[in-house]
């Protein structure tokens, strides 16, 4: 009788745990197959995004290739260790256009069908200058300021003096930075990022793209070395560029000037340091490096093409199709959205332009351009206009110090 009743408790037990072995399993079926659908979703999202722009289509010859570098590469460093960026639980998936999350803008139907279209143009013209110089193979991609958010599946190649400033904001309230916090911290914003989203690695750009809305801002490259010139170079109190500034002078001065004490290099002496540095092949600065050799646009199938001419437009387009408009839209300080204004519309750079682009003469400009011109042409940008400011070359005169004069402008920088 004892053995008996021993022996079906024993069952009893067994049964029991057969039965939570089964729930356990069971549960932990279901929630992978959740997980897979949830990530079938957002991939599928992912592609209508790209679709919308123009961005799936087969592969041409030049991008098969960088695709093979890139396995090559790869494979000659399996030696290094490949840091791996912590992903979050919470992914964010792509919204259609008809979201209503914290509408802050006006938006419509309308401006997001002229937006799309725009952006596929831009894609499109993109990819037919990729393939006339062959650009696949030359330049691989740089990982190096991407900024890859896993969780929101962002990834953003921060082109410094394109607005860069305002996305920077933008990825530090996505890292959670209280936006209270961000106004008043005196740590350099691209610092604060850093320590939210680390500089990747090529693997973890790679392994990001396809799941992800990419994106960069472009600007006239004149306007982008202009803005990079004002703000670093000239009067500039960052310890790295006075030490810089002093090199450019002792370089390229010709002449004492007593007259005048500049504030930092001329313009003319600034772009003459762009021509040599250009010529010995060394790496430029990030605030005046050419986007083709930066972003690397032609090895990148970037999703969307921003521009600082309609940035309010594409950083809304970008926002809403990411599904962040509850955490970005309405964000942004008083002071931030006046400047993007400023940019937008131009305000500032006309006059200024020309002021300083009379420093030079027509030959530098002619070296400037080729150093730039696959910029302007990826972006479709117009050098044409510059030759009505620069000085002739048959005009035997001195060249105006027009910027040791002019003093430093107000303009925010990326402190970096």
């Known amino acids: 009788m004892i053995i008996r009743l021993c022996y079906g408790r024993r069952v009893q037990t067994s049964l029991k745990l057969v039965a939570c072995a089964l729930t356990a399993l069971f549960y932990f079926g279901f929630l992978f197959r959740e997980s897979m659908n949830a990530f079938e979703q957002n991939k599928d999202k992912a592609e209508a995004a790209a679709v919308a722009v123009g961005l799936i289509q087969p592969p041409g010859k030049g991008e098969i290739k960088i695709k093979r570098f890139l396995k090559e590469s790869l494979a000659n460093r399996t030696n290094k260790r490949i840091k791996n960026i912590p992903t979050s639980s919470s992914s964010v998936s792509y919204v259609s256009s008809s979201s209503t999350l914290n509408p802050v803008y006006e938006y419509s139907e309308e401006i997001h069908s002229a937006t799309e279209n725009d952006l596929r143009q831009r894609r499109q013209h993109l990819q037919q200058i990729c393939e006339k110089y062959n650009l696949y193979s030359f330049y691989p991609p740089m990982p190096k300021e991407f900024f890859i958010s896993p969780g929101h599946n962002l990834v953003w190649c921060n082109v410094f003096k394109a607005a860069s400033s305002t996305w920077m904001y933008y990825f530090n309230i996505l890292g959670g930075y209280d936006p209270k916090y961000l106004q008043k911290v005196e740590t350099p914003p691209i610092e604060l990022a850093r320590q939210r989203f680390p500089r990747p690695y090529l693997q973890d750009l790679l392994d990001s793209l396809p799941s992800s809305l990419s994106f960069l801002f472009a600007r006239d490259p004149f306007e982008r070395i202009v803005s990079g010139y004002r703000n670093k170079l000239e009067g500039g109190k960052?310890?790295?560029?006075?030490?810089?500034?002093?090199?450019?002078?002792?370089?390229?001065?010709?002449?004492?000037?007593?007259?005048?004490?500049?504030?930092?290099?001329?313009?003319?002496?600034?772009?003459?340091?762009?021509?040599?540095?250009?010529?010995?092949?060394?790496?430029?600065?990030?605030?005046?490096?050419?986007?083709?050799?930066?972003?690397?646009?032609?090895?990148?199938?970037?999703?969307?093409?921003?521009?600082?001419?309609?940035?309010?437009?594409?950083?809304?387009?970008?926002?809403?199709?990411?599904?962040?408009?509850?955490?970005?839209?309405?964000?942004?300080?008083k002071s931030a959205l006046k400047r993007i204004g400023n940019l937008s519309k131009g305000a500032k750079t006309y006059n200024s332009l020309e002021k300083y682009f009379s420093e030079i003469k027509r030959s530098t400009l002619d070296q400037l351009i080729d150093i730039y011109k696959l910029d302007f042409e990826l972006f479709d940008y117009n050098y044409t206009k510059y030759y009505d400011y620069v000085i002739p070359d048959e005009v035997e005169t001195e060249i105006p110090l027009l910027s040791a004069t002019l003093g430093p402008r107000n303009e925010q920088s990326s402190h970096h």
Not at 272 to 292: D, F, T
Request: positive net charge; glycine residues 4%; contains cysteine.
């Open 238 to 333: 960052n310890s790295y560029y006075k030490w810089l500034a002093n090199r450019i002078i002792k370089r390229f001065r010709k002449q004492p000037m007593s007259a005048v004490r500049p504030k930092g290099p001329t313009f003319n002496e600034f772009v003459q340091y762009l021509i040599e540095q250009h010529a010995n092949q060394k790496v430029y600065n990030e605030h005046w490096a050419p986007i083709y050799n930066f972003c690397t646009p032609c090895s990148i199938n970037f999703t969307i093409i921003g521009k600082v001419e309609t940035f309010n437009r594409d950083s809304e387009y970008i926002i809403r199709q990411a599904g962040l408009e509850s955490l970005l839209l309405g964000k942004l300080p």
